[in-house]
């Protein structure tokens, strides 16, 4: 049938996306130049600086400046494949919303299987994808643990993480909930360490930090003073599952959009946060990375030839007419990548 051929089922991956991946849409989206026809894909940054122009004495020659520095990598990306599988006696079953008098046939069960699975699959990528996002903005690497024994890190530096701010009094480290601790002056700290050439920043707050930024007292104390335009708390939904808008604030001069984000997802058999939530994030709300997909080659079995795709999903769909049983498989070659090291902070909010 036709809706079985990968190329088919590519299309209704791309139009039915599911709603999700705040930080990979957000902060690491794609653009039609960061899906490759390769498996390796390539990596550009640069780093202009923030040099001014040189005097010279009149009429004596220009002064030649330094080009930027930049960095070219060719990457091999991670590798994400899941499956479910499907047989005559999972479809002879009554299905999830069938009444005992429906006359639903098995033929028209593996249809609804075949949309569900596909779904289902298409959620479970894209969870993954989020959690290489967190992980690279909270560590500054992503760990993609293979079968348990086997672990591919990708990290996009060549020495300890710097972007990891810690906040000192007295030689011990001042958590949110020390006594004195100023969250203002925290954040104001991470927001003003970023340079002004990476723009606007956005703040997100683990699940944790949320009740100890609204209810902290020096804040509070700003939002109450007339005409200060300090910002305004204004708490609203997103369109992402798990992040909520805070409010508009000002810190240190710049004004920052504040969101909590406390989605979850289970990897490796635990329910992991795809923001650690004892942490806070500073990161530029636009231009700040991407995420490039490789190229995915698979033999389809409507010819028994090998097939390469550009796309950031690619579904299979393989039967074994010998057993009846069908599977159906999603591959995808991710690779989140910040452009410039140095553009976003975090702290370790609580011990």
């Known amino acids: 049938m036709l809706i079985y051929r990968t190329n088919n089922l590519i299309e209704v991956v791309k139009k039915e996306r599911v709603p999700g991946s705040f930080l990979r849409t957000r902060f690491f989206p794609t653009g039609p130049r960061d899906i490759f026809k390769t498996k390796k894909v390539f990596i550009e940054r640069t780093d202009e600086g923030n040099l001014c122009a040189p005097f010279v004495i009149p009429y004596s ?3 030649l400046m330094e080009r930027p520095d930049y960095t070219a990598e060719e990457l091999m990306p991670a590798f994400i494949n899941p499956a479910r599988d499907m047989s005559i006696a999972q479809l002879e079953k009554k299905g999830i919303g069938e009444t005992l008098y429906d006359e639903v046939t098995p033929e028209q069960r593996a249809m609804q299987y075949l949309a569900d699975d596909l779904a289902f699959l298409q959620k479970s990528v894209q969870r993954t994808q989020e959690w290489m996002c967190g992980q690279i903005i909270i560590n500054g690497y992503v760990d993609c643990v293979i079968d348990t024994n086997q672990k591919v890190r990708f990290q996009y530096y060549d020495q300890a993480f710097g972007n990891l701010m810690v906040f000192t009094s007295g030689g011990s480290t001042v958590y949110w909930d020390t006594a004195g601790a100023s969250i203002y002056e925290q954040l104001s700290a991470m927001v003003n360490d970023i340079d002004a050439e990476y723009g606007d920043i956005d ?21 109450d003073v007339a005409n200060a335009n ?10 992402f599952p798990g992040v909520g808008f805070i409010g508009a604030l000002n810190f240190g001069g710049k004004l920052c959009n504040v969101y909590t984000y406390n989605a979850k997802a289970t990897i490796g058999g635990v329910e992991t946060s795809f923001i650690n939530p004892k942490y806070a994030v500073a990161i530029p709300r636009t231009g700040f990375g991407a995420t490039k997909f490789g190229s995915i080659t698979q033999m389809e079995q409507e010819d028994n030839k090998y097939h390469t795709y550009t796309a950031e999903m690619v579904p299979r769909v393989l039967s074994d007419a010998h057993n009846d049983e069908q599977r159906i498989e999603m591959k995808s070659a991710p690779l989140p990548h910040p452009y410039a090291l140095d553009s976003w902070r975090v702290t370790k909010a609580l011990a």
């Open 61 to 63: 020659g220009a002064k």
């Open 230 to 239: 300090f910002g305004r708390i204004d708490p609203g939904l997103q369109q």
């Open 203 to 223: 703040i997100i707050l683990g699940a944790e930090l949320v009740t100890l930024f609204l209810t902290d007292t020096q804040m509070l104390k700003m939002l």
